[in-house]
């Protein structure tokens, strides 16, 4: 029989101040093969483990149980120390009987019989542990980047510069996301496009990172550090491996395309480059709106490409790539005008978004910088700007707080009074939230220079009169009802994720929280990563950021790929399926259940086989198998029952 | 007061975590059951629930993830499929199938947690002992 030693934990008061632990200790060293048991104040303390290492050695335990706290905080601080005693550290296991039960409950009585159940139940599990050793698979040293917008192009540098491969994937025809849209940032107004451009330009240049533009994941399989993913290319109809990126094809095309990154400003041909400073700076054809396409004629840019890189019969492809790790960095949307329907639902011609004002100011924009209404070009001369549109509204809209926002429209009003000295800003606010470096001074400085005049209230209604447009607010200050007459009003509508990402998190089975933003596996201690190992979060699609935080949370990303990528191989948890070749009669159930492709046929011995490195534990394959020759390592159905006996208090 | 004993089969990345935010948040629930920690709800057999039965538990709780949550993409709709046959089962045995319970509990959901415990012992309190025949019948 198996020599067992129990320890039970105090946790300070917090177990023993409802759980009687020496009673815990004296009970459960009655079982039979439990041959040490004793409590102990702070079991994960260095003492504590060095407790538990010196009665391995002298007690010659087979198996040990540290009746603790949640084995989520310290299975494998506890495990590692059986490991330096020399006991397999897959014999040893933790009881929760703090978490899950002398912080639940009060009765004394009650809760350490409860508690002496719970160590009872383990020590039956640990009686027929068996000795495990960790799956060792090799790592894939090659990263798969998923968004080319700055949090994606900081995350494929960071891995790039490392000296590792890194494919970046961007469904845009170019990289740059939102940060390319911007006019200048705060708190520094420093112009975007001359912060963004170079950091464009190097992963264009650098010879470790694949850009594949104008491309989706389409489908990923494997495990951290293998896996597979297929990549479709959209067919851009041009031959970029040829184009020289002259532009003339795109200067005679005669069809006129609003233009999504002007926010329909501006117009561009059905071949174009989205923006001058695109990367790559190769022209692709919408095909909704190619002439050639709809009526077989035209064929203009064809007969002006001198070097033949047009190209109408190319077709979409996919590549199949093999990666070790994935950083997801989908990006966000903002929320449409359409669904702000107090606010005119987008109909209203001169209520446009925070972006669109963005493309007013920026030099390179549809104006050149000038500040011009979309209904008559006018200039305008009162301004109201309306902050959490859509945002902190959980009747009507999202919960929660867009966090850019405040910091974004200060901005536009600062800028529009640089631009139009004569003009009228007014801010319509719930609170303004100044947390960053710079930013409280940024927002003072606005609010006591620039003649910005700020109103705490919600707009109730936006609508048209006339050449007017007409909001009707309240501010909470004065107590007032407010109506202003604007010539423009620019709504900072909400940080939502992007339609994309709901897709990509089925494709990639990782996790989104409420809102649609990637979760992460812990809210403090991991916020760079997915509950599913070998992926990473970084920028907006977690959840609302700005610049200097998306490029720090890219980095850590990074740094967590990196060290992914130094380890020689990688381990894994040993607790898999296994079958019993025996018992097995084939009936193949197994296969047809696993999620990961981890069950196969084996036709000569007739009999389901496991692949070890596949498969993710999850015991699927156990609960179908009907002859009980698949089990679980260290799960077994025996074990199961046995645990369930225990904790009943029988035998 | 009659005390029922309950079995609680909880999958480690939802229902065993909401059960952890529970002791985390100090919310206190009836001491009746016992957690049985598995990877995920698609481990929980049948057999061991009738065991439970045979071996004297007056409830079983089976707490998985919310649909479409489990790590392990679809367990949770089997465990969905092997309950639902299950209780039918526990019908022919005699065994009132109330006493399973099943519950999809997130790793933010200590709260509910909490809750379910205390309903469901009260509901086995109200339904009171098992007969020793049936629990015969599970064996
Ligand atoms: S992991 Fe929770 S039900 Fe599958």
Partial sequence: MKRIGVFVCHCGINIASTVDVQKVAEEVGKMPGVVFATDYIYMCSDPGQALVREKIREENLDAVIVAACSPNLHESTFRTAAGEAGLNPWQLEIANIREQCSWVHSDREKATEKAIRIVKAMVEKTRLNESLDPISVPITRKALVIGGGIAGIQAALDIADAGYEVILVEKEPSIGGHMAQLSETFPTLDCSQCILTPKMVAVGKHGNIELMTYSTVEEISGYVGNFTVKIRRKAAYVDWSICTGCGQCTEVCPAKVPSSFDRNFSTHGAVYVPFPQAVPNKPVIDREHCIHFKTGKCGLCEKTCEIGAIRFDQEDQVFRREVGAVVVAAGYDTLPLSELKEYGAGRVPDVIDGLAFERLLSASGPTNGEIRRPSDGKVPKEVVFVQCAGSRDPERHKPYCSKICCMYTTKHALLYRHRVHDGQPYIFYIDIRTGGKGYEEFYHRAEEDEGIIYLRGKVAKIFRDGAETVVWGTDTLTGKNVEIRADLVVLATAVIPRKSTARLVRKLHIQAGPNGFLAEAHPKLRPVESINSGFYLAGAAQGPKDIPESVAQAGGAACKVISLFSRNRLEQDPAVAWVDEDLCGGCRICISVCPYDARKFDEEKGIAVVNEALCEGCGSCVAACACGATQQKNLTDVQIKNMITASLGGK | ?139
Wanted: aromatic letters at 10%.
């Fill in chain 2, 1 to 139: 007061m009659f005390e029922p004993r309950i079995i609680c089969f909880l999958c480690t990345w939802c229902a065993g975590a909401g059960a952890d935010l529970a002791g985390t948040s100090r919310l206190e629930y009836t001491p009746n059951g016992v957690n049985i920690r598995f990877m995920c709800s698609g481990r929980i057999d049948p057999e061991h629930v009738l065991w439970a039965f045979g071996k004297g538990a007056d409830g079983v709780l089976i707490g998985g993830c919310h649909p479409g949550d489990c790590h392990y993409m679809d367990g949770n709709y089997k465990t969905m499929a092997r309950v639902a046959l299950l209780s039918r089962l526990l019908d022919d045995f005699g065994i009132n199938r109330a006493r399973l319970r099943l519950e999809w509990i997130s790793a933010a959901e200590g709260a509910k947690f909490a809750s379910v415990m205390n309903d469901f012992t009260e509901k086995l309190r109200s339904l009171g002992p098992m007969k020793p025949a049936t629990r015969e019948m599970a064996r």
